[in-house]
Nanobody
């Protein structure tokens, strides 16, 4: 059974930084993509960053480019999300997820970690 555990959320002032981490356990994946998503109250869950298993160029949507960096530590089965220049609109529950290729959807999800950015 796959388990993803997020950590690193919390309360931070606008302009501050946080680093989230996602550690996987349970079994070894083959070819896969790890993504970080967020869901704000009353809004849909959206992808904010993703990276593939081989460490190729990560993906970021335009609304976070330049502020978020995703990186992986394969030795420790961890994918982290460094978030800088945080804004109040970044407030959300952040989830990590894994999509094991050739699946079209992210199948495995963590429980989420709350990030709150105060103005």
């Amino acid at each position: 059974q796959v388990q993803l555990v997020e950590s690193g959320g919390g309360l931070v002032q606008a302009g501050g930084s946080l680093r989230l981490s996602c550690t996987a356990s349970g079994r070894t994946f083959g070819s896969y993509i790890t993504g970080w998503f967020r869901q704000a109250p009353g809004k849909d869950r959206v992808l904010v960053a993703s990276i593939n298993w081989s460490g190729g160029p990560p993906y970021y949507p335009d609304f976070v480019k330049g502020r978020l960096t995703i990186f992986r530590d394969n030795a420790n089965n961890t994918v982290s999300l460094q978030m800088n220049s945080l804004k109040p609109e970044d407030t959300a529950v952040y989830y990590c997820a894994v999509r094991e290729l050739p699946a079209l959807q992210f199948e495995y999800w963590g429980q989420g970690t709350q990030v709150t950015v105060s103005s």
